[in-house]
């Protein structure tokens, strides 16, 4: 009997040694594979020369300090693109041409990986508020209804002068949804354009605008204009069951 026994347990042994072989083969195998799956790449590494967010004097050029772009140490080539967002859709740099420019460098690795970082250049004249409103703004915006809440001195929003007595506005929600939500370009309301009878006297005429992505006309129902507190207060009414109240603090460049 106890013979029998251990021949049982020897058998027994023998199984789950080549069982324990078989196990460690898969996983090697498996392992293998894993490895075989796996690869290292290095993205491109930017080092930008200059400012992210450029000022410029309006009607100076820009000389763009330009970036690098390496891979482990190794130097790869730079493609630099420029795009005139909120008004001219320009592929150049105009000095003359109030807009926001931006600046995209792009580089892409040996294993063909591409990478991308970006420089902003704003452009413009400051008006006086008194004979001229164009220039840069921040935005602070409160909704009704205002469930998602409200946002303040986003960067930026822009007025250009477009006439002897006709401007542009960059985004008729002053951002609302473009700068404060994060949702991007789409979300803006472009092109509104403005009628100045008289600054001083607040006296303006306005277009509609249509909000991008979500549709709907926004409608301008009073700008009021502070050449001391370099303000311009709007308010308006889109057709969607909002109304926006956005307050202008004008950036001196």
Known sequence: MVEQINQNTMKNIKIIYLFSLLLAFAFSACEKDYEDLYTVTNYADFEMQGD???????????????????????NLPVTTTIL???????????????????????????????????RYVYNTPTGDLVNSIEGLYTSTVVRTPGAAGDYTDMEYVMIVKTGDNTYELSDAIGGYYD?????????????????????????????????????????????????????????????????????LTQVQI
């Open 179 to 247: 700068i404060g939500r994060g949702a991007g370009a789409a979300y803006r309301a472009p092109g509104l354009a403005i009628t100045a009878t008289s600054i001083p006297g607040n006296q303006f005429t306005f277009d509609t605008a249509e909000v991008g992505t979500f549709g709907g006309v926004v409608t301008m129902n009073t700008m009021t204009v502070d050449p001391v507190a370099k303000t311009i207060v709007i308010t308006n009414a889109w057709d969607v069951g909002y109304t926006f109240e956005i307050t």
């Open 52 to 74: 992210e967010i450029v000022f410029n004097p309006f009607g100076t050029p820009f000389t763009d300090p330009g970036v690098t772009a390496t891979e482990a140490s190794a």
């Open 84 to 118: 005139g967002d909120y008004f001219s859709g320009s592929a150049s740099f105009d000095p003359n041409v109030a807009d926001r420019y931006i600046y995209t460098y792009s580089a892409t690795n040996s294993d063909g990986y591409p990478g991308t970082t970006t």
